[in-house]
């Protein structure tokens, strides 16, 4: 059974980076779409960057365009979210998601039945 874990949330300034870390053990990440999604509080959980399996198509959520890499390496079994440029905004618990049954990625909840337990990142002055 495959699980997530989510590691690299913390309190940055505006403007500032971090890197969020999603590594999986009982399965192979590379057999999987993978999501990052984020909740803001009062929010609703929202798709922030997907990556295909097939490796043809990696996707962001407009607002984060430009700012926000996704990026795979299969030989740690681990996926990241490079942010750039963090506005207060973007502060949400960040969870990956792993869906293993489609062609693609998704910003669909409802495609992932495999989710790591988040990471809190606060953008904060």
């Known amino acids: 059974q495959l699980q997530l874990v989510e590691s690299g949330g913390g309190l940055v300034q505006p403007g500032g980076s971090l890197r969020l870390a999603c590594t999986a053990s009982?399965?192979?990440?590379?057999?999987?779409?993978i999501a990052w999604f984020r909740e803001a509080p009062g929010k609703e959980r929202e798709g922030v960057s997907c990556?295909?399996?097939?490796?043809?198509?990696?996707n962001y959520r407009d607002s984060v365009k430009g700012r926000f890499t996704f990026s795979r390496d299969n030989a740690k079994n681990t996926v990241y979210l490079q942010m750039h440029s963090l506005k207060p905004e973007d502060t949400a618990i960040y969870y990956c998601a792993a869906d293993g049954d489609f062609g693609r990625c998704s910003f669909f909840l409802g495609y992932y039945d495999r989710w790591g337990q988040g990471t809190q990142v606060t953008v904060s002055s």
């Open positions: 990556d295909s399996k097939n490796g043809d198509s990696t």
């Open positions: 009982g399965g192979t990440l590379d057999n999987y779409n």
